[in-house]
Nanobody, 111 residues
Framework: QVQLVESGGGLVQPGGSLRLSCSAS????????MGWYRQAPGKGRELVAA???????NYADSVKGRFTISRDNDKNTVYLQMNSLIPEDTAVYYC?????WGQGTQVTVSS
């Protein structure tokens, strides 16, 4: 099993920034891909960004140029730096590691 703990969500004004963190514990040695998904009210869960153990990132078109995913394998942690936030980014953000899910952290972008 893998346990994931997210942090860093909150309320931010449009144009602002937030940094999400997700720390993994448990059977972490086999984890290959870590990533972030989000789910807005009334919508399905969608991929935001993912990164392989070797550092290869993948982004949803809607966040390219604004969000940056990074990973510290020594700390078993993945980060999501979110800049130029817009109200459409409002959602619960979930960390994922090879199919394991965190509990989610709320991100609200509002003036």
């Amino acid at each position: 099993q893998v346990q994931l703990v997210e942090s860093g969500g909150g309320l931010v004004q449009p144009g602002g920034s937030l940094r999400l963190s997700c720390s993994a514990s448990g059977n972490i040695f086999s984890i290959f891909t870590m990533g972030w998904y989000r789910q807005a009210p009334g919508k399905g869960r969608e991929l935001v960004a993912a990164i392989t153990r070797g550092g290869r990132p993948n982004y949803a078109d809607s966040v390219k140029g604004r969000f940056t995913i990074s990973r510290d394998n020594d700390k078993n942690t993945v980060y999501l730096q979110m800049n130029s936030l817009i109200p459409e980014d409002t959602a619960v953000y979930y960390c994922n590691a090879d199919g394991w899910w965190g509990q989610g952290t709320q991100v609200t972008v509002s003036s």
